[in-house]
Structure formats: C-alpha cells, structure tokens
C-alpha cells in the first residue's frame, strides 16, 4: 500500500489541489518546490484545507544531493512528478531553458528513486504531445508530435520514463495527458496564480471579471468549429487530482508503463466557457475577436474511455463548478497568494 508519496512541484497550480487529495485520503505527504513558479503560502492553505501536516522542502529537483537527502530522510513508496516550467510560450524564447531544466528534474528523479528502491511514478504530462490531432476525440494512440519545446519536454519525459521503466525490475509508471485544466478547490483557499497578464483562457477571463483587464481578446473566430472559436476539453482541477489517487492505486497494483488521457471528453469553445463563466459568476464578460494565436490547434478533446477503464476514474465536475470555483478563488484572493 502507498503510505508517504513525494509530490515534486506541490507547491504548484495541479500539485498543491493533489496534495490536498493525498492527504484527505491519508497519505503521508513530502513536497518538494522551488517556489520559482509558486509560493510558500500555499503549503500552509493546504494545511488549512485538510487540518493535516505535511513535510515542505524548498529545493529544485535538478539538485541531486539535496534530492538525494528527501530520499535518505523519508520511506517514501511513490513519486507523483509536477516539477517543471510550463509556459508554452517562454519555451519557444527560452528552449534550453526548458530542456535543461524539464529533463534534468526527470532524469535526476529517477535516479534518486533507483538508488533507494522507490519503483512507482505518476508523472505530469500534456495532451500538448499530441500535437496537431488527426481526429477528434483522441485515444492514447494517437500520434505524437510536438509544435514547441514545452510540448518536447513533456514527450521527451514521457519517454525517459518508458524507457526507465523497461531497464528497471517491477518498476510501474503511469504517464498521465492532462487536458486543459481550470477551476479551483471550492474552498477558496487554493487555485491558479499566474506570473503577469495570463496566457491561458480561463485565468484571463477571471481577470476580466475581476476589473483588472478590460475584455477578453477571441484568438480567431473562422476555426471550423460550431461558432468558429477554438474548442478545448476543459477540465476541473479537482478531478484531475483525484486522477492521481487513481493512477497511485493502480501503480501500487501493476507493473509497467502506461499513458493515460484525463479529460472530460466534452470540447467546449471560447464563446461557450464566456457564456458559461457569465451564468455562473452572474458577470458580464466583454470580449473582442483578434486574429489567431499562432500555433493554435482547432479543436482538441480527449477520448477518456482508458482512464476509467483503467483506473476507474472520471470527471465528475462540469463547466459551471470550474467557471465558479475559479471566480470564487478570484473574489477571495483578488492578488492570488500575493506574497
Ligand atoms: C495551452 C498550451 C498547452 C498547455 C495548456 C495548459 C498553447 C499553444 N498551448 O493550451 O500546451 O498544456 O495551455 O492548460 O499555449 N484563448 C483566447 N483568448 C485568450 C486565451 C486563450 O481566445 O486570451 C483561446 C485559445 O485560442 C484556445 C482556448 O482559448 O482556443 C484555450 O486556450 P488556453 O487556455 O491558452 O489553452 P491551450 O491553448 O489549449
């Protein structure tokens, strides 16, 4: 049975809502962040959301001997991997960056897991590694491409550890593709907190929303799609970390690697998360169509038959819990964790 799990990159947007799972399922959780992307408040949030401890150590997981030293202080039975730099775009500008810092943190991992005998990993990947789709809804067979160097990180990883995983005796893995994931705990007390004027759809309309941006901007409205605006498998993050526990059991149970979609299986368009958001929020959200944002796919949802055949995990939550769960966590904290 898993008992103590080492979450990387916890401290993150997906990490911190696991943690929080973990721990209300009675794992035993050691966090590792580098707060270069997150805060220190958040390990507290998690704590006050569960009424639980956790062990918080500030390091970067490219750092081999004080990873090495979370391995000799803790009995820890699995890693669930978040740790890593996400922003499409900066990956484009910054690629060795993101190559050094994504792969290093990977590589680094499971050779610390490999000299303490920890054989079981849940790691954070992207539908990003399917690129340009062929068709909709995709199955975890689809082709892999990528269209930029955080999507590369992400494929690469993905293969490090299929390889790993063949090398390694009783070693099991499963690679979890992510959807686009939104929404916040219901709590209010964690959710996303991006860097600047947002890149991704819902964290821009939450500012709309807020009064800090004055509308949102359509990146095209000539998709060939229902109303021409891009379509997206949005995802509560909630349900996505439950997916962890899933992944976690079913690692403790089963040998070998195994990618897995975690998505509704819904495509909803730009027009229809506004819609959605202004029921929910009761808010009006201006928006005007721009141009397309390049490297924009039309339409992207997930076939997410594996994971519940495999795993026995769905979505539960629909758009109008994520738009106001989001909305929520941004009327409570107006500057996100603000530190
Ligand atoms: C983006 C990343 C993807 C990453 C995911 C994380 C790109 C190209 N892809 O996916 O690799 O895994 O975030 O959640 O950045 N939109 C607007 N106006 C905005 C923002 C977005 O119209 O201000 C539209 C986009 O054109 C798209 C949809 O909203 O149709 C969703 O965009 P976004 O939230 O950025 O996610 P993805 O592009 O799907």
Redesign the pocket.
């Known amino acids: 049975m898993v008992k103590t799990v080492l979450v990387t990159g916890g401290a993150g947007f997906i990490g911190s809502h696991t943690c929080v799972e973990l721990l209300e399922s009675n794992i035993s959780v050691i966090c590792v962040d580098d707060l270069s992307n997150s805060k220190q408040s958040v390990v507290d949030r998690i704590k006050s959301i569960t009424g639980k401890e956790l062990s918080f150590h500030k390091l970067n997981v490219c750092d081999e001997t004080q990873l090495d030293r979370i391995f000799e202080m803790y009995d820890i039975d699995a890693v669930i991997h978040f740790a890593g730099y996400k922003a ?1 775009g900066q990956s484009v500008e910054k690629p060795l960056m993101y190559y050094q810092n994504n792969l290093n943190s990977t590589i680094t991992l499971l050779k610390c897991m490999a000299k303490h005998n920890v054989n079981r990993i849940v790691f954070s990947s ?1 539908a ?1 590694v399917y690129g340009v789709p062929k068709v909709v809804p995709m199955n975890e067979t689809a082709d892999t491409w990528c269209t930029n160097p ?2 590369w990180t992400k494929y690469m990883s993905e293969q490090i550890i299929k390889d790993w995983c063949v090398a390694t005796p009783n070693a099991s893995a499963i690679l979890l593709r992510y959807f ?2 939104i929404g916040a705990h219901f709590s209010g007390l964690i959710g996303e907190d991006p860097n600047g004027i947002p ?4 964290p ?1 309309i939450c500012q709309v929303a807020a009064g800090k941006l004055e509308y ?5 409205d000539d998709y060939d799609t229902a109303d021409g ?2 379509v ?1 498998d949005y995802i509560h993050v909630v349900d996505l970390a439950k997916g962890h526990l899933k992944a976690l059991e079913y690692i403790d149970a089963n040998k070998g690697c195994q990618c897995v979609n975690l998505g509704t299986g819904k495509g909803y368009s ?1 027009l229809d998360v506004v819609k959605a958001y202004q029921t929910a929020c009761g808010i009006d959200i201006p928006y005007r169509i721009y141009p397309r ?1 390049s ?2 796919i039309a339409t ?1 949802y997930a076939d997410p038959k594996k994971a519940y055949e495999l795993l026995g995990w769905k979505a539960e939550r629909d758009l109008n819990d994520m738009c106001a769960s989001a909305y929520n966590w941004q009327k409570m904290n107006p500057n996100g964790y603000g530190d």
Request: charged letters at 15%; a positive charge.
């Open positions: 499409v992207s990003t955080y999507g686009n994931p890149n991704n759809l819902l821009y949102l901007r359509v990146f095209g605006t891009g997206r730009v944002r490297g924009d992207s």
